[in-house]
C-alpha cells in the first residue's frame, strides 16, 4: 500500500481510538472536575465494561446483534452500581480527600482487576460485532463498524454537551464544580451529586468499553492503556473544558493511530506520556483549561 | 538648633502595583519608612494592606515597581532570600506549625539565623538558648513543650510574634496582632511591641485604633490601594478625608 | 545525650535481631528475607519523599530500576565489577532524582503524583522499547561470575546465601542509620515544616524548592542503591521492576509499616512481604490482597503500624 492510503488508514484507526477515548476521558474528567478525585481505577470501570459487555453478549445467545444491544445496556448499568458501591463505601468515608483517594482507588484498582482475574480469566475473548458490513474504499475495505463507533461516540458527545449546557442536571454539576460550599449553601445535595457523577463517569468508560470490544478483545488488563490515555486527554485538553477533551482526544488518538502505524506502540506512549508531565509542569491548565480557583 | 543628619530610609517602594485579573490591588503605592521606626498601616478592610506588605516580604510577586530594602533592589528578590536579608512577616491568619512543640516552632526560625542549621541537635547551647530567649520575651517560655495547635488563639499569636524574633530581623511586619487578643493580653501586646521596636523597625497593620496611636511614630492610610494619608498621629486624627474614610465610622 | 543514644540503641537492637536470624532461619525465609530486607531500604528511600517529605509520589519505581539497570548494565555491557557498577548505579539514580525533581517539583499533590506517575513510565516504556540493549521484557541475567567481588579477605561471593544475606543486611543498616541522622538533623526538620506548612517555612529564609530537591535526590538515591542491591544479589534485572507496580509497593509498604517512622518501612515490608508470599500459594490473583489492604488502610488505619504505636504510647519514636 502506498503513503498515502496507508496514512488514511491510520488516520482512520486514529479516529476510531479518538472517539473511544473522547468518551473514556469525558468519565474521568467528570470525576476530576466536579469531585476534584482522581480515580486510578478508572480504567478498570472500562475493563469491567469490556468483559461483563463478554458475559452478557455470551448469556443472550440468540444474535450478534442482540448480544451486544443488551451488552450496551446492561454492561454500564451494572458498573455503574459497582461504582456507586464504591463512591458509598470508600470515598464518601474519607472525605474525598485527594491523596487517600488516589490511594483507595489504587486498591480499588487490584481488586477489580483481580476479581475479573479470577472470575473471567487470563485469557482475552471477543466479542462478536453487532453486524460484518464493510465499506470499499478506492485503496483498502474498511469495517463499517468501526465507522459507527466514531458515529456513536460523536452523539454520545454530543448528548453530554446539551446534558451539560442546557438542562437543569447539568447546571448542578457545574455549580458543585465551580464552587462546592456555596452549592451546598443553595441547596444542592452535594453527597448525591457526587455519587451520580462517579457513576457517571464510571458507565462512559464502560459504554466506550463496550463498543472497542468487538473489535479488540476483553482481557482483564486491558484497563490499563485507556487510563494513561485518557490522564493524557484530561491534562493536556484541560479540565472543565468539554471541546478541550474532545481536542485531545483527537490528538492523541489519531497520533497514537498514527505513530503505532509507522514506529511502534511503545514509542507512542511513551510520547504521551512525557507529554503530559510536561504540560503538567509548564502548563498546568491544559489547552483549553481554566485554572482552578 | 542643627537640622538632623539625613537618614536614608529602610524600606523604600516605588510605584508598587498588584493586580488580581481586574482588580487593583495596590495601585502605584510611594512608601518609605526609616529604620527604627514605628509606621502603623491603617485603612478599611480590602484596602491592600495586606497585599502591600504581602509584595514587601516577598510572598506576593508586583505586577509593577520596585522594591528597595537598606539600598539593594530586592524586586526580584525571592521571599526567603528576603527574610535572610532581615524582612520578617507574622501572618495575619496565624501560620504557626500545630503539629510540632512551641518550642519547635521557634528553634526552626532560630536554626536558620544559625548560619546553615545543618547538624543542630535540640540540645545543643546555642539553638537552645536562642529559642528560650525568643518565648521569654512573649512570655510563652512555660508552654515551650506544648504541641502549637493546643494553645489558645492569643498565644498562638504571640508564638507568631516569637518566632518572628527569632529571626532577629531588621524589619519587623506585624499583621494585625491583636486580633483576637483580650484587654489584658493587648496591653502586654503593645510593651512587647515598643520592646520590638528597640532593635528593629516595625511595620504594623492593625484596626485597633487605641494600639496604632499608642504605638505608631508616623501612620500610613491605604484606601483602594492608594495612599490616602501618611503623617503623624494627630495629624491623621485631623485629616477630615480619612475620617470620613476610616476614622469616623469607629474602628 | 540521652534520648539519642537510646534511639541509636533502639536501632541497633532491630539490626542485632536480623542478623541472629541469619543463622536462625531455615533456608526458604532465610532467602526471603534476604530480598526483604532490600525492598525495605527501597522503602526506607520512598519514606523520605512520602513519610517525611509529604509528597505523594508514583513514580519511585523509575529510581530502583535506575539503580537495577545502572548496575546492571553496566556489569553486562561495560564490563564493570560490583564495587564500580554500584557506584554507576548511586549516579544514575541521584541523576535522574535531579532531573525529575527540577521538573516535578514545580508541582505539588496531585499534579506531582501524575507527574512522577508520568516520568516512571516514560522510563518503563524506554526500558522496553530500547529491548536490544536492556533485555526489554524478558531482562537480563547476571552470570555467577559477575557476582563476586575481590577484597583484600579473599573473594566474595555474592551467589552464596549467607553472603548475600549479610551483604543486604549491611545495606539495610546503612540507610537505617542514614535515615535516623537525616530525621533527628536541622534538615530532617526542615523537611518536616516544608510539610507541615510550605509557606511558613519559605517565610522563616528557608529555600523549599531546595530542600524537596536535596531530599528528593537522596531518596532517588538510596532507592536506586537498593535497585542495585536487587540485581546484583539476585542476578535477574528486569522491565517489571520499573512498572507502576513497584511504584505502589513502596506506598503500600510505607503506609502499612508507618509513614515518617525510620523504622515502619521495613515492618511493612516483611509483612506485606509474607501475606502476599503465603496468598501466592492458594491463588494467582495475589495482588487482591494489596488492594484489600490499601483501602483498609486508608479507612481506618492511615498511620500504619508504628505510626500508630508512636501516637498512643512512645511519643520519641523517631
Known amino acids: ?293 | 538648633m542643627s537640622p538632623l543628619p539625613e537618614m536614608s530610609p529602610l524600606l523604600e517602594t516605588r510605584a508598587l502595583s498588584r493586580d488580581f485579573g481586574g482588580l487593583r490591588a495596590v495601585d502605584r503605592v510611594d512608601f518609605s519608612v526609616d529604620p527604627g521606626e514605628i509606621r502603623a498601616i491603617i485603612g478599611p478592610n480590602g484596602a491592600g494592606k495586606t497585599t502591600f506588605v504581602s509584595l514587601v516580604c516577598g510572598r506576593l510577586a508586583p505586577s509593577s515597581g520596585t522594591i528597595i530594602f537598606d539600598g539593594a533592589d530586592i524586586t526580584a528578590l525571592p521571599a526567603h532570600r528576603r527574610v535572610r536579608l532581615g524582612i520578617a512577616y507574622t501572618f495575619q491568619i496565624t501560620s504557626v506549625y500545630a503539629q510540632l512543640s512551641v518550642f519547635d516552632n521557634v528553634a526552626l526560625a532560630v536554626q536558620r539565623t544559625l548560619a546553615d542549621g545543618r547538624s543542630q541537635d535540640p540540645s545543643r547551647g546555642r539553638l537552645r538558648t536562642g529559642v528560650t530567649e525568643a518565648l521569654e520575651r512573649v512570655g510563652l517560655a512555660g508552654r515551650a513543650s506544648l504541641p502549637a495547635g493546643q494553645l489558645a488563639y492569643g498565644h498562638q499569636r504571640l508564638l507568631e510574634v516569637a518566632m518572628g524574633l527569632a529571626l532577629k530581623p531588621r524589619l519587623m511586619i506585624l499583621d494585625e496582632p491583636t486580633q483576637g487578643l483580650g484587654g489584658g493580653e493587648i496591653e502586654n501586646f503593645v510593651a512587647l511591641a515598643r520592646e520590638i521596636a528597640a532593635n528593629a523597625t516595625v511595620l504594623l497593620i492593625e484596626h485597633n485604633m487605641d494600639v496604632v496611636m499608642q504605638l505608631a511614630d508616623r501612620i500610613t492610610v491605604l484606601e483602594a490601594g492608594r495612599v490616602l494619608a501618611e503623617g503623624t498621629p494627630d495629624a491623621i486624627r485631623a485629616n477630615e478625608a480619612v475620617q470620613r474614610a476610616y476614622l469616623g465610622g469607629g474602628a | ?318
Not at chain 1, 182 to 199: D, E, H, L, M, N
Not at chain 3, 235 to 246: D, P, R, T
Open chain 3, 1 to 318: 545525650m540521652k534520648a539519642g543514644a537510646r534511639l541509636y540503641a533502639l536501632h541497633g537492637a532491630v539490626i542485632a535481631v536480623l542478623l541472629a536470624l541469619n543463622f536462625l532461619l531455615p533456608a526458604y525465609h532465610h532467602g526471603l528475607m534476604a530480598r526483604i530486607l532490600v525492598l525495605a531500604t527501597f522503602a526506607m528511600g520512598y519514606n523520605l519523599t512520602f513519610g517525611y517529605g509529604g509528597l505523594l509520589s508514583l513514580g519511585h519505581a523509575m529510581f530502583f530500576a535506575a539503580g537495577l539497570y545502572g548496575a546492571g548494565l553496566s556489569i553486562q555491557h561495560l564490563g564493570f565489577g560490583v564495587p564500580e557498577a554500584f557506584l554507576a548505579a548511586l549516579a544514575c539514580g541521584a541523576l535522574l532524582a535531579l532531573v525529575v525533581g527540577v521538573l516535578a517539583l514545580r508541582t505539588t499533590g496531585v499534579a506531582f503524583m501524575i507527574v512522577t506517575l508520568m516520568f516512571s513510565q516514560a522510563v518503563h516504556l524506554a526500558i522496553i522499547y530500547f529491548s536490544a540493549f536492556t533485555g526489554g521484557d524478558q531482562g537480563l541475567m547476571l552470570r555467577p561470575q559477575q557476582r563476586r567481588v575481590e577484597t583484600v579477605l579473599g573473594t566474595l561471593n555474592l551467589t552464596d546465601p549467607n553472603t548475600r544475606y549479610l551483604v543486604a543486611l549491611a545495606l539495610f543498616t546503612v540507610v537505617l542509620f542514614l535515615m535516623l541522622a537525616l530525621v533527628r538533623s536541622g534538615f530532617g526538620r526542615v523537611l518536616v515544616a516544608i510539610r507541615e506548612n510550605e509557606e511558613r517555612t519559605r517565610m522563616l529564609g528557608y529555600d523549599t524548592f531546595s530542600g524537596r530537591l536535596a531530599a528528593l535526590v537522596v531518596s532517588g538515591t538510596v532507592c536506586a542503591a537498593a535497585g542495585a542491591a536487587y540485581g546484583i544479589l539476585f542476578g535477574y534485572v528486569g522491565a517489571n521492576f520499573a512498572s507502576v507496580q513497584y511504584s505502589i509497593l513502596p506506598l503500600l509498604w510505607v503506609l502499612l509499616g508507618g509513614a515518617a517512622t525510620t523504622l515502619g518501612p521495613l515492618f511493612g515490608t516483611v509483612f506485606m512481604y509474607y501475606v502476599v508470599d503465603i496468598a501466592s500459594g492458594y491463588t494467582s490473583a495475589y495482588m487482591l490482597v494489596v488492594g484489600v489492604v490499601l483501602i483498609l488502610l486508608v479507612l481506618f488505619f492511615r498511620k500504619g503500624l508504628l505510626g500508630t504505636v508512636r501516637e498512643r504510647w512512645l511519643r520519641w519514636l523517631p
Open chain 1, 1 to 293: 500500500m502506498a503513503f498515502g492510503p496507508h496514512l488514511l488508514l491510520a488516520i482512520l484507526e486514529g479516529l476510531v481510538t479518538s472517539a473511544v477515548l473522547a468518551l473514556t476521558a469525558l468519565g474521568l474528567s467528570l470525576v476530576f472536575g466536579v469531585m476534584r478525585v482522581v480515580n486510578v481505577a478508572h480504567g478498570e470501570f472500562f475493563m469491567l465494561g469490556a468483559v461483563l459487555a463478554w458475559a452478557v453478549a455470551t448469556t443472550v445467545g440468540a444474535s450478534p446483534a442482540s448480544g451486544f444491544a443488551a451488552a450496551l445496556v446492561i454492561a454500564p448499568l451494572i458498573v455503574g452500581v459497582v461504582a456507586l458501591l464504591a463512591e458509598r463505601l470508600v470515598l464518601r468515608r474519607v472525605n474525598y480527600d485527594p491523596e487517600a483517594t488516589i490511594v483507595a482507588t489504587i486498591g480499588l484498582l487490584y481488586i477489580l482487576q483481580q476479581l475479573a482475574l479470577t472470575f473471567y480469566g487470563a485469557d482475552a475473548r471477543p466479542v462478536p460485532p453487532p453486524f460484518n458490513l464493510r465499506i470499499s474504499l478506492p485503496w483498502f475495505g474498511y469495517s463499517a463498524y468501526k465507522l459507527s463507533i466514531i458515529a456513536t461516540s460523536a452523539a454520545l458527545l454530543l448528548l453530554s454537551w446539551l446534558v451539560l449546557t442546557r438542562t437543569r442536571a447539568g447546571l448542578i454539576m457545574r455549580a458543585t464544580q465551580y464552587d462546592r460550599e456555596t452549592a451546598q449553601a443553595f441547596g444542592i445535595p452535594v453527597g448525591r451529586v457526587y455519587a451520580t457523577v462517579f457513576a457517571i463517569g464510571a458507565m462512559l468508560a464502560a459504554i466506550a468499553a463496550v463498543l472497542i470490544v468487538p473489535i479488540s478483545q476483553a482481557h482483564y488488563l486491558m484497563g490499563q492503556d485507556p487510563l494513561l490515555l485518557s490522564f493524557a486527554v484530561v491534562i493536556i485538553g484541560g479540565l472543565g473544558s468539554l471541546r478541550g477533551t474532545v481536542v485531545a482526544a483527537l490528538l492523541i488518538g489519531i497520533s497514537d493511530g498514527v505513530i503505532s502505524m509507522f514506529f511502534s506502540p511503545t514509542l507512542a506512549k511513551l510520547i504521551a506520556t512525557l507529554a503530559v508531565a510536561m504540560v503538567l509542569v509548564f502548563r498546568p491548565q491544559g489547552l483549553f483549561g481554566k485554572v482552578a480557583r
